[in-house]
């Protein structure tokens, strides 16, 4: 029984390794396109070691931090990956699809869009809240968010106390998002407690050397 447990034991040692090494060789490879820094990779399923003899991963999850768009900071990228293969090097592969979520903090929102005094708050699923400066005094206006095109919209829709056109221009931007990690596309979005949650999907995608 005692070699029976210490054999196993050294099989799942071996692996886990197995398992660390591909999760390492991949991240490394998919941060060249479009990730400022290494995300983490994690392959799910058992055994990890047939899978790298194989070089074929069924399920996997990649997740960035503070990701770089432009003007725009991601905070954070996490997605769900299936169907990725390797090749004999690790140095080349295909995703074959992701489907996740980019969130961007409302300050990364406002700052993008040139109004980093501007504080938001989520209302509700596609709306957010301001304190606004209107000089005289301070509003509290509520805007709409939406997806137009491959951009953020914040639109104001009231304002409490005054008339919505004294708001201006103050409460009413896009953001664009163009150009992520991998070829990634933006399909919708939503509002949240830590900003704008944007779903992110891709298909067959190519990461290599």
Do not use: C, W
């Not at 501007?118 to 301001?130: E, H, N, W």
């Amino acid at each position: 029984m005692i070699v029976i447990l210490v054999l196993a034991g050294i099989a799942v040692a071996g692996d886990r390794v197995a398992a660390a090494y591909a999760e390492r060789r991949i991240a490394s490879e998919v941060q060249k396109e479009g990730f400022g820094a290494r995300p983490d990779v994690t392959i799910y399923g058992f055994p990890f070691l047939t899978q790298v003899l194989r070089r074929h991963f069924p399920h996997a999850r990649m997740t960035a931090h503070d990701v770089r768009e432009g003007p725009l900071t991601i905070s954070t990228i996490d997605g769900d990956a299936r169907d990725v293969r390797v090749d004999s090097g690790f140095r080349s592969g295909t995703i074959g699809s992701v489907d996740g979520t980019a969130t961007v903090s409302f300050g990364a929102l406002t700052k993008a869009a040139g109004q980093p005094d501007l504080s938001l708050t989520a209302a509700g699923p596609d709306t957010v809240k301001a304190d606004v400066d209107l000089e005289v005094a301070t509003a509290t206006a509520t805007a709409q968010v939406t997806k137009v095109g491959n951009g953020i919209r914040v639109h104001a829709v009231s304002v409490e106390g005054f008339p919505l056109s004294d708001l201006g221009d103050d409460l009413d931007f896009t953001v664009p998002v163009t150009g992520l990690p991998m070829g990634l596309k933006f399909k919708s979005l939503k509002v949240s407690s830590k900003g704008i949650a944007l779903r992110i999907t891709g298909s067959h995608l190519k990461f290599s050397d």
